[in-house]
Structure formats: C-alpha cells, structure tokens
C-alpha cells in the first residue's frame, strides 16, 4: 500500500526565508505527483502537477523536483511572503490503486513578518 | 468557468437524518470524487467515479451512496447521519495527463451531526 510522508508537520521561517518541503512515498510506481495549497476553512488548490517523466516543474517562485527512485519530491517557494502562510500537502497518483489519488498528511507552513 | 461548485456550505443534522451533498463540475472532467477531511486522519476517499454510470468505492465507503447519471454531476448521499460523519466534506473533479490525472477540488461542505 502507498504511503506518503510529509516531514515535518509544521515549519515557522521569517520572511524572506527560503521554504523547502518534502514529500515521500513508499512505492515509486505512481503516475503524478501533486502538489496543493489549503488556507484554514478553504479547499485545496493545485499549485504544481509533475508528471511521472519529469523531473521537475515551475511556477513563479515554486519549483518543485521529483525523484521517483528514491520516492522523494521537494517543493520550493522561493524569497517567502506572508501570504505562503498555508498547509501544503503533496499527493500521489497510484498505479497499483486503480486511479486513487493518496495524500500526505501536509506541512503547516507559517511565515513571520 | 465556475470550476467545481459543492452545496451546502454547511450544514447541521440530526443522527438519523439523510441528506445529500451535492458537487458540480463544468470542466467536462470524466474523473470526479469525494473526501471527507478530519483533523489528525488527512484526507480520505470516500467514493469516486471515472464517468457517468461508473462510480467505485475508496477507502471509507460506509454509510455513503453515490450515483453518477451526468458528466457534470456527482452527489453524495449520507443514509442515515452519525456522529462521526462530522468532517469537512471536498468534492474534485480530475483530467486526464499523461497516465494519470489532474485534480482540482471544491471550497467544501462542513457537516456537523448532532
């Protein structure tokens, strides 16, 4: 079974600060990674999607990596503002599954002032 | 586009109550699917769906129908309302890239049952 880690469950930086994220999953056989943003009391949105052949994608100042040999994917948002201030959580579509997207528990993210 | 739309926003029933959540999508996503979300436990499929008339289970089915007669549509009904159906309830429509998918979800339904 698929499972997916994200360490550590909660990261404070000043801003200005580089942020880097990481996601881990236990079976490399998966189809895409993704990545999402929640704000408290919100849905999710979708911040990158990386697929299965590539190594990486980006967007402004979020880039994020994908190394499915070693079942790691790194998401970093460079030069933090407050605003980043968000749970982001990656999530990984699964072969064996069927098509079931499985989520990692998310990194709280707080950015001071 | 409106994206993926979820009604009620809240919602507060009684033990024994049915109800249905409703979710829909205009983005023609085959691929749609409903999470509940409970702090501690992340996020949990309940029952998704790969197109009309074709709907399958997910990890936490119980107590939870759902059908699929529209592209656009996919509600979620909740038989008979317990206690530990309180969560925040995501709907998400997905597209097809490469071999796998895209996911976009809903703002949310927050259920408390009483």
């Known amino acids: 079974k698929q499972e997916v880690t994200q360490i550590p469950a909660a990261l404070s930086v000043p801003e200005g600060e580089n942020l880097v994220l990481n996601c881990s999953f236990t079976d490399s056989a998966i189809y895409n990674l993704q990545w999402f943003r929640q704000d408290p009391g919100k849905g999710l949105t979708s911040l990158l999607l990386i697929q299965s052949s590539q190594r990486e994608q980006t967007s402004g100042r979020l880039n994020a990596s994908l190394d499915k040999s070693s079942g790691r994917s790194t998401l970093y948002i460079a030069a933090s503002q407050p605003g980043d201030s968000a749970t982001y959580l990656c999530?990984?579509?699964?072969?064996?599954?069927?098509?079931?997207?499985?989520f990692g528990g998310g990194t709280r993210v707080l950015v001071k002032p | 586009n409106a994206g993926v739309t979820q009604t009620p926003k809240f919602q507060v029933l009684k033990t024994g109550q049915s109800m249905t959540l409703q979710c829909a999508q205009d983005?023609?996503?085959?691929?749609m699917s409903w999470y509940r979300q409970d702090p501690g436990m992340g996020l949990r499929l309940i029952h998704y769906?790969?197109?009309?008339?074709?709907?399958d289970q997910g990890e936490v089915p119980n107590g939870y129908n759902v059908s699929r007669s529209t592209t656009e549509d996919f509600p979620l009904r909740l038989l008979s309302a317990a206690p530990s159906q309180t969560s925040v309830y995501f709907c998400?429509?997905?597209?097809?890239?490469?071999?796998?998918?895209?996911?976009?979800f809903g703002p949310g339904t927050r259920l408390t049952v009483t």
């Open positions: 998400a429509s997905s597209y097809s890239i490469g071999n796998g998918y895209e996911q976009y």
């Open positions: 769906s790969v197109g009309a008339g074709i709907t």
């Open positions: 983005m023609n996503h085959e691929y």
């Open positions: 999530a990984v579509w699964v072969k064996a599954a069927g098509n079931k997207l499985t």
